[in-house]
Nanobody
Framework: QVQLMESGGGLVQAGGSLRLSCAAPGSIFSIIAMGWYRQAPGKQRELVARFTRGGNTYYGDSVKGRFTISRDNADNTVYLQMNSLKPEDTAVYYC?????????????WGQGTQVTVSS
């Protein structure tokens, strides 16, 4: 079992910034893809940002130009810098990683971290 360790999140006023981080354990062999999704009350989980092993980066349309995903390969950590936050960004943010560990490929989720943006 791969446990993703999330940190960051919290309460911020509209226009403010937050930074999320997610660390995957060092026991994984390789990362196929890693990134962030979010789910607001009553809505489906949606892509925020993710990168793939091939070097491609994807952003949800609603966060393009405001959020930036980055990674530290040495620590298997991915970061999400969120700027110009809006009340509609309020959601639980989940880290997701598709990794190879122990010879098998798996899809793993973090426990989620709450982001609340007040107007």
């Amino acid at each position: 079992q791969v446990q993703l360790m999330e940190s960051g999140g919290g309460l911020v006023q509209a226009g403010g910034s937050l930074r999320l981080s997610c660390a995957a354990p060092g026991s994984i062999f390789s990362i196929i893809a890693m990134g962030w999704y979010r789910q607001a009350p009553g809505k489906q989980r949606e892509l925020v940002a993710r990168f793939t092993r091939g070097g491609n980066t994807y952003y949800g349309d609603s966060v393009k130009g405001r959020f930036t995903i980055s990674r530290d390969n040495a620590d298997n950590t991915v970061y999400l810098q969120m700027n110009s936050l809006k009340p509609e960004d309020t959601a639980v943010y989940y880290c997701n990683a598709q990794v190879v560990v122990g010879g098998s490929t798996g899809d793993y989720w973090g426990q989620g971290t709450q982001v609340t943006v007040s107007s």
